[in-house]
């Protein structure tokens, strides 16, 4: 089975902290995504890197990075984390072609305070 | 732009019984693809169906299945047999097709399916 796995399942940080959220995935995917989960707002992509080093902007990056050096591993990272990050963050694999099926992680929900 | 619409925030349905989910769509593109994914209470998103615009005939898998109509850009998702662990958030997604290579997934609102027994 696939297996796409978060650092935190729940984590707390103060405004203006540096947050990195992990994720792995275990299928040899080159593709990785990460997007944010909002009550009536759905999903939106954040960043996503299609091989190592490599990343473009989804939707909505400001105030986001994120690093691949490991084909494995995608992190995303909050350089001063605001109260508006506040929010679910889902990472997501898939194979090369992206209509391929994306699997997801069970998620990070995120409290700025 | 690209756009996903589910009107419907909350649904729900008896045990047994058949509900359908609607989703549409806006895009000037011809070539496209569409996901039904869902989203268990706590628990991972996964892929429930998926349709490749091309393709006239509507996918299908075991009790789930969608009704597409391309025209009308709509998409909807039918669930027979309504069981317990379909309750659910449900979100319909759409993927732009360029050539050898594809857009990124946008995601609609979600639809809150419970199944009541």
């Known amino acids: 089975d696939v297996k796409v796995t978060q650092s935190s399942r729940y984590l707390v940080k103060r405004t203006g902290e540096k947050v990195f959220l992990e994720c792995v995935q275990d299928?040899?995917?080159?593709?990785m995504f990460w997007y944010r989960q909002d009550p009536g707002l759905g999903l939106r992509l954040i960043y996503f890197s299609y091989d190592v080093k490599m990343k473009e902007k989804g939707d909505i990056p400001e105030g986001y990075s994120v690093s691949r050096e490991k084909k494995e591993r995608f992190s995303l990272i909050l350089e001063s984390a605001s109260t508006n990050q506040t929010s679910m963050y889902l990472c997501?694999?898939?194979?090369?072609?992206?209509?391929?099926?994306?699997?997801f992680g069970p998620g990070t929900r995120l409290t700025v305070t | 732009a690209q756009t996903v619409t589910q009107s419907q925030p909350e649904m729900s349905v008896q045990e047994a019984e058949t509900v359908t989910l609607s989703c549409t769509y806006d895009?000037?593109?011809?070539?496209?693809?569409l996901f039904w994914y869902k989203q268990p209470p706590s628990r991972q998103m996964i892929l429930v169906i998926r349709q490749e615009a091309y393709k006239q005939q509507n996918a299908t898998e075991n009790r789930f299945s969608v009704n597409f109509q391309k025209a009308a850009k709509s998409f909807s998702l039918k669930i027979s047999d309504s069981q317990l662990g379909d309750t659910a958030m449900y979100f319909c997604a759409f993927m732009i097709r360029y050539g050898g290579s594809q857009g990124n997934l946008i995601f609609g609102k979600g639809t809150k399916l419970s199944v009541k027994p």
């Open positions: 997501a694999s898939n194979f090369w072609g992206r209509a391929n099926e994306q699997y």
């Open positions: 299928m040899d995917h080159e593709n």
């Open positions: 895009t000037s593109e011809n070539n496209y693809y």
